[in-house]
């Protein structure tokens, strides 16, 4: 296991062993792309969550081998992909069916006057036990964007709306110690709903998470959406 986080005497050990040939399969993050990272015969590479990856990025990880074989993974049809598929570069393999005992997850838009429906839809998900993601498109308040960030709704929210639920807050502006222990909370099932900026995007799993509320979602792409819809549905209930 290769990553950014490691000591430096463990990684440089890591990168010799791994330069001389002595490990098989090497598992990481983008350290693996950087230019110190050097394989004795590298053949094959897979690329999860591929569209968190540069153009550039790829293209450095494919040059560090001799003509590797590549697959690429993701559950975000990204431009880039489609249009390589559509030029016939890249073989493409779906699995288009869902995992057994998943049901659908619904999708509506609300505007702003039908804000008090969101409210009531989080707390008929919150009165069955399940819990909620609110998402917004900024962590902390800007003078020069006009839009609600998490921060602040996330007090407006506990005091003024849900005074009787048990309301968290993570973004990228906290120290790690204080985003784990917001994400622990939540997933011990001690908070009802967490207010989040898109820190939330990959690799959270809750499973009695029912519901996501994305405010100012023109804000967000694509990818974004639709890695953000990812994180409700987990379990085996209804989500929204």
Known sequence: ?????????????????????????????????QEGVVFKKLGFIVIDEQHRFG???????REKGINPDVLVMTATPIPRTLVMTVYGDLDIS??????SGKKEIKTKVFFDKDRHKVYEAIRRETAKGNQTFI??????????????????MAQHLQSEIFPDSRVGLIHGKMKSTEKDAAMAAFLAKNLDILVATTVVEVGIDVPSASLMVIEHAERFG??????????VGRGDVSSY
């Open 222 to 231: 694509l990818s974004q959406l639709h890695q953000l819809r990812g994180r």
């Open 55 to 61: 153009v550039v990025q790829r293209a450095t990880l």
């Open 1 to 33: 296991l290769l990553t950014g986080t490691m000591k430096t005497k463990e990684r440089n050990d890591l990168v010799k062993r791994i330069a001389d040939g002595d490990i098989d399969i090497v598992v990481g993050t983008h350290a693996l792309i």
């Open 94 to 99: 779906l699995i288009d069916e869902m995992p």
């Open 135 to 152: 998402v917004y498109p900024l962590a902390e308040e800007s003078e020069n964007l006009d839009l609600k960030d998490a921060t602040t």
